[in-house]
């Protein structure tokens, strides 16, 4: 007999807030893999609609990153000087900064360890 598993449904949680008048942070809580990018891509395209002229991307809570969210990260960032703002990441978890440091995207992204320290 042949077990079949059903798939785990997305485990993340994305939440944006206004934190000056152009400023966004968005907090990336859980899992950004290929199930859940599109959540992250939702978020920073409202972001940028709205005028944002920098966008915050908190992966402190971020638990795991594959190829799929590396690469969100990456057109966002294009997406965000498109729009004349600025894209930076916040306080990466242990696990996303290891990601981030070996495939070299954190020479590409600017990385703040608060979000105060990442404001203009």
């Known amino acids: 007999m042949t077990e079949h598993r059903a798939p785990r449904p997305p485990s993340l ?4 807030r206004q934190m000056a008048q152009d400023a966004y942070v968005i907090e990336v809580d859980g899992e950004l893999d290929h199930h859940t990018t599109g959540q992250l891509d939702e978020a920073i395209d409202h972001a940028l609609i709205r005028g944002a002229a920098a966008v915050l991307i908190d992966l402190q809570p ?4 594959d190829s799929s969210g590396l690469n969100a990260l990456l057109t966002a960032h294009r997406a ?3 729009a004349g703002a600025r894209l930076a990441l916040i306080a990466p978890s ?10 070299g995207i954190d020479r590409v992204l600017p990385t703040y360890p608060t979000t105060e320290a990442a404001l203009p």
């Open 94 to 103: 242990a696990a996303v900064h290891r990601m981030l440091s070996l495939t």
């Open 62 to 65: 971020t638990t795991f990153l």
């Open 13 to 16: 949680s994305v939440r944006a």
């Open 80 to 82: 965000a000087a498109r």
